[in-house]
């Protein structure tokens, strides 16, 4: 899509507004400022910042930046052909035929046909509870304490006690069976001339994504019945193990909290957030998987694990603590009542006794674990052996060494087994040195010089300073090529009568962002610099200068040194002119 319909969705979208769904802003020297939502990053005090004016932010504490796309592509998980169009959409701009090839084409036309028709199913159960009141569904939901309130935010609906409801309905719309069945909504007869409903006389919960796209359902039958629950199969538009129930609600409160509520159902998570424990996500209908893991690592490093307190919820929970640990998380838990699910117990003692108990009573999972294993053994030497043993699937290879060397000691002082045994048994005599079992680190890019990026963030913050830089020819003294590059083009693009220069930024966010670049502006912008910006042009470039002029100084004496040169000479003791200038002008300076 062209540059052009770029910036028309750009302009069209308030990057605050989007970014307020998931956390919360509020303004702060000319910009707006909140706890960081990016993934990996849970902060206590704000350093994310927001340029309205822009329409690009930047976090202090985790040094990412960029416009609306890039936070899409971050916390969104939306590609920047699938943001753009996303944004388009919600601004009611026309999206242009995008030149898929033939096949590509099909797959994009047929994604958004899904997802249409995944919406069209959500917005019928929902009419159910609504429009039609069906008796019998509200009922067992009030009696499980959800309010209104609740099952709106959630969309909660109903599938009536009815063979071909949503048959009847996707007829009257012109909704295309063949979708229906392929998102396993509907299904065709074994004689093969009807489509029945799926779900039928079941509470239906729609799955949406961060997008607040559908993308499933999971129904829970109201009487007897098996299977309990029911979920939609996979599709080109529902992956189980990439997804969560209740993370479009939960990702502001996991950001404020610094943790993620992992239960087993859906009720656990309406019930919670019905009584203000809103960092709660579950998992859909299967296993949790590396997946899973993988996708709360982005969002937070500790997660209280509150599975099902029956033995089936113990062993989800032993299955997931590897999985998690290799992900480098944090996982908590707390004992509930034998018998007892999550929201059995919020209903039971309220949401402020809930978090007061994960807070004070929460032991980790891992100590849970061998507590139980461990629990009414006698606990001889061949006991012992066998617990250790037992405990081994639950050092995964790349899990952090600090938390290993933790678990281990738990090990030795719950068994009474000295640390030497414990090491040999789990094969950690032959490790030696502190990096043992450690991933390497990924090298970081080499940081821009503060000096240079300080003018540059001042040029690209200020017209005027652009204008000056080139003026004087001093673009030449930089000695980053990349600032160079950008300020000759940030200049070309000036001049072709963009005002005011936040246009600029935001036309070049991605490539200001890649060079290390935003920060600088940002903090220009935020007042971060101090408030005499000129003085501080000035500063900037008197000392990038006298740099320059050193060192081509130097490099000309070396030149000097082996041939003599009118023209060199000529031009070095003008150099040094200059360099003697330059510094009367530093000292009037200082003393001014």
């Known amino acids: ?150 099952l709106d935010k959630f969309d909660v609906g109903y599938a009536q006690d009815e063979w071909q409801g949503l048959c009847h309905e996707a007829t009257k719309h012109k909704v295309s069976f063949s979708f229906l069945e392929e998102l396993g909504l509907i299904k ?189 053994k006698k606990l001889t030497p061949s006991e012992k052996i066998l617990v250790l043993k037992e405990m081994k699937p639950f050092f995964p290879e790349n899990m952090e060494l600090g938390l290993k060397r933790l678990y281990l000691r738990e090990l030795s002082s719950l068994l009474m087994v000295d640390s030497s045994v414990v090491a040999a048994e789990f094969g950690f005599e032959k490790q030696r040195g502190v990096g043992a079992g450690l991933q390497k680190r990924a090298r970081k890019p080499q940081k821009i010089q503060k000096l240079e990026g300080t003018l540059a963030g001042l040029c690209l913050s200020e017209p005027k300073f652009l204008e000056k830089i080139m003026e004087s020819g001093q673009i030449e003294a930089f000695e980053s090529e990349s600032i160079t590059e950008i300020l000759k083009k940030a200049h070309e693009l000036y001049r072709q009568g963009l005002k005011p220069s936040d246009n600029l930024v935001a036309l070049m966010t991605d490539e200001i962002e890649q060079n290390g670049l935003l920060g600088f502006v940002m903090a220009v912008k935020s007042h971060q610099m101090g408030e005499d910006l000129d003085r501080l042009f000035d500063d900037c470039s008197r000392k990038i200068k006298e740099r320059f002029l050193k060192v081509t100084s130097l490099a000309m004496i070396n030149e000097l040194g082996t041939e003599r040169d009118s023209q060199k000479l000529k031009k070095f003791q003008e150099i040094q002119l200059d360099r003697s200038a330059l510094k009367a002008t530093t000292q009037e300076s200082n003393e001014g």
Not at 31 to 39: E, I, S
Not at 99 to 106: A, L, R, T, Y
Not at 201 to 208: G, K, M, N, T
Not at 340 to 348: G, I, L, S, T, W
Request: include cysteine.
């Open 188 to 376: 065709k007869s074994k004689e093969k001339s009807r489509y029945f409903d799926i779900f039928r006389d079941r509470i239906v919960f729609p799955i949406l994504s961060l997008n607040d796209e559908v993308i499933g359902f999971g129904g829970r039958i109201l009487d007897e019945g098996e299977p309990k629950y029911l979920n939609s199969p996979e599709s080109e538009v529902f992956k189980k193990r990439q997804t969560f129930y209740g993370i479009r609600e939960a990702l502001p409160h996991i950001r404020e909290e610094g943790s993620i509520i992992l239960v087993e159902g859906y009720m656990d998570v309406l019930s919670l957030y019905q009584n203000g424990v809103k960092n709660v996500v579950a998992a859909l209908g299967t296993a949790f998987t590396a997946e899973h893991a993988k996708l709360l690592s982005r969002y937070s490093k500790k997660v209280f694990v509150l599975f099902d307190s029956d033995t089936a919820g113990f062993r989800a929970k032993e299955r997931a603590l590897p999985l998690l640990l290799s992900e480098g998380l944090y996982p908590m838990s707390l004992d509930i009542k034998e018998g007892k699910d999550p929201d059995d117990f919020v209903r039971e003692v309220g949401g402020a006794e809930f978090k007061k108990a994960l807070e004070t009573k929460s032991t980790d999972l891992f100590v849970q674990i061998l507590r139980k294993r461990i629990s009414g």
């Open 1 to 150: 899509m062209s540059e052009e319909f770029k910036e028309q969705v750009r302009a069209a979208t308030n990057i605050v507004e989007v970014i307020s769904g998931f956390t919360e802003l509020k303004s702060s020297g000319g910009q707006m400022k909140g706890l960081c939502p990016l993934p990996g990053h849970n902060e206590k005090t704000p350093s994310f910042m927001v340029n309205e004016a822009g329409q690009y932010f930047y976090c202090f504490g985790c040094s990412r930046g960029g416009d609306v796309f890039k936070f899409s592509e971050l916390v969104m998980g939306k590609g920047f052909a699938e943001s753009l169009e996303y944004f388009a959409e919600k601004a009611g701009i026309q999206v242009p035929q995008r030149s898929f090839s033939g096949e590509d084409k099909k797959k994009h036309e047929k994604k958004k046909s899904l997802l249409k028709a995944n919406r069209f199913a959500s917005q019928f159960y929902r009419k159910n509870l609504t429009d039609r009141n069906i008796k019998k569904a509200n009922e067992y939901l009030k009696n499980r304490g959800l309010t209104r309130e609740t």
